[in-house]
């Protein structure tokens, strides 16, 4: 509908993830409208991470050097290891600040229908980790949905002949949340995992 | 919470419109792991639309050229102007197939608190236009809203001088819509604008 250009820019940006045919030429017309040197910055923005960000050679979170902040940090606990999906769960856990060791990222999950099998993962990265034999326990942190529970499954296989403990992160409800409006699963897992107190 | 150049692209997608924290955070992921020619493409993209994009000289809608698609066209009736607030309504306009005249795009709407008055809005030019004296309808196509419905007032006011029919679009129950769910004022409007049918 739009001459070349503006056309052109609305099609590259409904092409990201979340963004709609409406939301993408709302966006273009910012663009458009926008002051040339804020628009050079995210031009820049975006060409640097192209350029400049790389997966970290130990764990595969984002980094701009070879390896990572966290597995570079002498301060973090190198004898437990956190398996999770994706950078974004780095980030997740980090925020929470009740994890000192370090992180495997996976890059997904396994997920047959989308093509997705444990050798698109950085499953033997992990064991090669492993040789070193500081590590005493791998906390998977992968997603609780069908996915990231395969996964799960199937990283505990994988390290069954290891010696070494194997953790899951809890199933439960959910803090400030409402007993009521939990989903079956979710207030099922709460029963199989609940903890004494006296 | 990511390292530099991850984080700066989180940033600067944040400040695009209706882009929140977690969609920034998903596009710049989308971005870091796309295929870098397809990045190349976006940044083509959004340069080109910066590069080469102007407003077009006579009705101020969006143009790769000095006028517009529309102005150029000898097959558009140049007896008729249709008054809008952006280019996006020309394309919404022009998607009815229902006018075959042309058009002028004032920039935005009047809006004293957000600091848009008639002087920041593309007037002048509109009375520039009349004085080729071809014209013989203003359509005043701006939003239904207060700050269209101001715009409006505006500019009848200001052609109340021109021997030019000024028309104003229609206001009543949407095409489809269910009318007991229609708000007060617009049941209100398409009482007003009631048309004997025999």
Redesign the interface.
């Known amino acids: 509908?739009?001459?070349?250009?503006?056309q052109?820019?609305i099609?590259?940006?409904g092409?990201?993830?979340?963004?709609g045919p409406k939301?993408a030429?709302?966006?273009?017309?910012?663009?458009?409208e926008a002051d040339?040197a804020?628009?050079q910055?995210?031009?820049q923005?975006?060409?640097?991470?192209?350029e400049?960000?790389k997966f970290c050679s130990i764990c595969g979170n984002?980094?701009?050097e070879e390896t990572?902040?966290i597995c570079r940090d002498p301060r973090r606990d190198p004898t437990e290891i956190c398996v999770v999906e994706?950078?974004?769960d780095v980030?997740a856990i980090?925020?929470t600040r009740s994890f000192r060791g370090r992180y495997h990222v996976l890059g997904g999950a396994i997920n047959p229908i989308g093509g997705v099998g444990p050798n698109q993962l950085r499953m033997r990265e992990l064991l090669t980790r492993l040789t070193d034999s500081q590590v005493q326990e791998i906390i998977i942190a992968t997603d609780p949905n069908l996915e990231g529970e395969a996964t799960a499954t199937y990283v505990a296989r994988l390290l069954k002949d290891f010696d070494i403990k194997v953790t899951r992160l809890a199933s439960g409800l959910p803090v400030g949340g409402d007993l009521e409006y939990a989903d079956e699963v979710t207030l099922g897992r709460a029963f199989e995992g609940r903890r004494q107190l006296s």
Request: hydrophobic share 40%; aromatic share 4%; net charge negative.
């Open positions: 509908m739009y001459e070349g250009a503006v052109e820019l099609d590259e940006l092409r990201l993830p979340g963004i939301s030429q709302r966006i273009a017309f910012h663009i458009l040339p804020d628009m910055q995210l031009v923005a975006i060409t640097n991470v192209k400049r960000v984002v980094s701009e990572c902040n994706e950078s974004k980030v980090e925020r």
